[in-house]
């Protein structure tokens, strides 16, 4: 039986390192593909298009090849209308807007009306959730104030002209009065709206 000798087998070991065309004198190994190719961080810093004007679909689809992929919609005339096909739909305000310079992380926030619809002179963003005071809730949507109660509140509508008629599609219908009102302490207690639909004045 042949016996390797310390001798041929340190032998051996700069053999093996000398044939390794990635090693060097110091060890390190060279940059990994990945490194070399110069990758871009998840969350790099983008200019933000401008997308008011445009279609919904469209202003979307602008975002996404400018590398914004975080976007929401919202309805402008704050009747909390849901963007459901969105070519139906155009863009009259964006937050960030057009020209800042964000990381593509950001949420991109378009309000939008239906194309048949003019623009508002001030969009109508969703209100922020209630807290311990009712806000001030009339002239706004009534799927709108909805929204931004608790989802445990318990709320009861009425037409308010008086004519009993039921209200079945909120975001058609606009807040004419409200119990408890705007600036009570709000602790859970039951909320009361009454409304019209949103082409008609409050009695």
Known sequence: MHVRTPVAAAAA?????GCNPDSTATGSSKPSATASAGSTATGGSKVVPELV???LQAAQDAAQAAGFYNLTSHDSLGRDRHQILDRDWKVCSQKPAAGTGVSTDTQIDLGAVKVTEACPKGDQAPPAKTGTTMPNFVGKGLAEARDSLPSD???TTKDATGDDRIIILESNWTVCTQTPKAGTPFSGQPVTFTAVKTDETCP
């Open 13 to 17: 070991i700069i053999t093996l390192a």
């Open 53 to 55: 004007g445009k279609g």
């Open 153 to 155: 509140a318990s709320i």
